[in-house]
């Protein structure tokens, strides 16, 4: 079947402007997570959504950063005001929910959204 | 603060020798583990899960889990140039969170 996707591919912006990420997961997938990735960095957990649980938004860096998902469908990233820190590629990863036994957690990567800045 | 450690290299490993990638963890209560290989440029892909004590082999790649010592290890037999790539190891720990390693960065040498 189809895998995580995400749009757009490449978004270059001016600083200040707004920018919206959008995430398509795997189909029944539950879970779905965003990550930045700076440029020879690790990853870097920014939010988790659950179903229609309240998000875990514990990784956002600022609230300039926000995000939605509608029920266990898409989800779209939104960074308000954007700035030249905020440059990075930035991983939507869909999983079945949390729970103990095989193949759950087990996370699946979209191709990411490589965010410029200038 | 949950960690997963790993040595971030580069591991230099000729061709048809066999790498070996290790990584720890903090949390004893951890109950899932997960490798990742990341091409340059590319999103991390899940290469081998694991869940208990012991190896799991998947063609050239195996995985060893030791919770008694808190490590995990990936090794990759026969080694290609198509193996270099930074590996990520992933530790799923007791409150069902996903710790992320920082990865070790493996080149293979013709």
């Known amino acids: 079947g189809a895998g995580v996707s995400q749009s757009p591919s490449n978004k270059v912006t001016e600083k200040g402007k707004d920018v919206e990420l959008r995430c398509d997961p795997i189909?029944?997938?539950?879970?779905l997570y965003w990550y930045r990735q700076r440029l020879g960095q690790g990853l870097e957990f920014l939010i988790y959504?659950?179903?229609?649980?309240?998000?875990?938004k514990s990784g956002l860096p600022s609230d300039r950063f926000s995000a939605e998902r509608t029920g266990e469908s898409v989800s779209t990233l939104t960074i308000q005001r954007t700035q030249q820190e905020d440059s990075a590629v930035y991983l939507c990863?869909?999983?079945?929910?949390?729970?103990?036994?095989?193949?759950?957690?087990?996370?699946?990567f979209g191709p990411g959204t490589r965010l410029t800045v200038l | 603060q949950k960690e997963v450690e790993q040595n971030s290299g580069p591991l230099s490993v000729p061709e048809g020798a066999i790498a070996s990638l290790n990584c720890t963890y903090s949390?004893?209560?951890?109950?899932?583990f997960f490798w990742y290989r990341q091409y340059s440029g590319k999103s991390p892909e899940l290469i081998m899960s694991?869940?208990s004590n012991g190896d799991k082999e998947d063609g050239r790649f195996t995985a060893q889990l030791n919770k008694a010592s808190q490590y995990v290890s990936l090794l990759i037999r026969d080694s290609q140039p198509s193996d270099s790539a930074t590996y990520l190891c992933?530790?799923?720990?007791?409150?069902?969170?996903?710790?992320w390693g920082a990865g070790t960065k493996l080149i293979i040498k013709p």
């Open positions: 959504f659950q179903g229609n649980s309240a998000p875990d």
């Open positions: 949390d004893r209560g951890s109950q899932s």
């Open positions: 990863a869909s999983s079945l929910p949390k729970a103990s036994g095989a193949s759950y957690n087990e996370q699946f």
């Open positions: 992933a530790v799923l720990d007791s409150n069902y969170q996903l710790i």
């Open positions: 189909s029944g997938h539950t879970a």
């Open positions: 694991i869940y």
